[in-house]
Each structure stands twice: as C-alpha cells, then as structure tokens.
C-alpha cells in the first residue's frame, strides 16, 4: 500500500517509480493499493492526477483519513508491505532519494524481493519522507 498526492512535489518526484514498482511487482503477484488521503484533494483532481501520470494503477480515495489514521500513516509517498496473511512486514520510505540517480537504499524493492523469496524482511521500518496528509478535522 503506498500513499501519494497530486500536489506534492515528493510524491510526485516517485510517480515513475511506482508506476515501475507496480509493472515490474504486479506481474509477480504482489496486489498493490495506491491511496490518496488528503482531504484537500477531490476525487476528481485524483483521477486527472492519475491519468496526467498515465498510472498504470487506480488510486483510491480515503474518505475522512479512515486508513491512513488506522495505520498512522502521515506522508506522501509513504509505503506499507503486508504480507499474504495480513502481516506487515515494511513500511516507510520508497527508497531514499528525491533524485533516481542518488538512490543507495531501495527499502520497498528490498522488501518486496525478500517477501517473494519467502525471506526475512531485513530493514523492516525506514523513515519515510514527504509531504504531511491534510487530514479532516476531527469533531471534539
């Protein structure tokens, strides 16, 4: 599960990325979920956003922060890996660079490999980085 924006400039620097992460993963099994939570963008804006990024994925919207706050998530991009029987195994920074030619560790691809070599998850957690998901003001 990875969580994006449409006005982040972070998250949008990695939508080639996860549009590779999706083709190359996809194909070997791994179901994805592209999610965006922020509540200051519309289920439209999300829709052109994915078609302007030509994603080969659907993006869902999370109505209210219902999933990113069960799952504390708090950034755009920020990645999740479960495990086939709901475990998580990862969950933090798609790898740890703005700009492709300065990526050293690529913590999700790392992940996913060893998930599908039925491995232990070497670094379970990085630090994500991005921009903060614009949540809706919860009623006192």
Not at 41 to 55: I, L, Q, T
Not at 95 to 105: C, F, G, I
């Amino acid at each position: 599960m990875l969580f994006l924006s449409t006005l982040c400039p972070i998250s949008n620097d990695y939508n080639d990325r996860m549009s590779s992460l999706y083709n190359e993963y996809a194909a070997r099994g791994i179901e994805f979920f592209f999610v965006n939570a922020n509540n200051n963008e519309s289920p439209a804006e999300v829709a052109a956003h994915a078609k302007a990024a030509e994603f080969p994925f659907p993006v869902f919207k999370d109505p209210g922060n219902a999933l990113a706050d069960r799952l504390g998530a708090t950034l755009t991009p920020e990645a999740y890996l479960f495990d086939a029987g709901g475990v998580l195994r990862y969950h933090g920074q798609i790898d740890d660079s703005r700009n492709p030619a300065r990526v050293r560790v690529h913590g999700l691809r790392d992940a996913l490999d060893q998930v599908l070599a039925s491995k232990p998850v070497s670094r379970q957690e990085t630090k994500a980085f991005g921009c903060t998901i614009k949540r809706v003001r919860k009623a006192s």
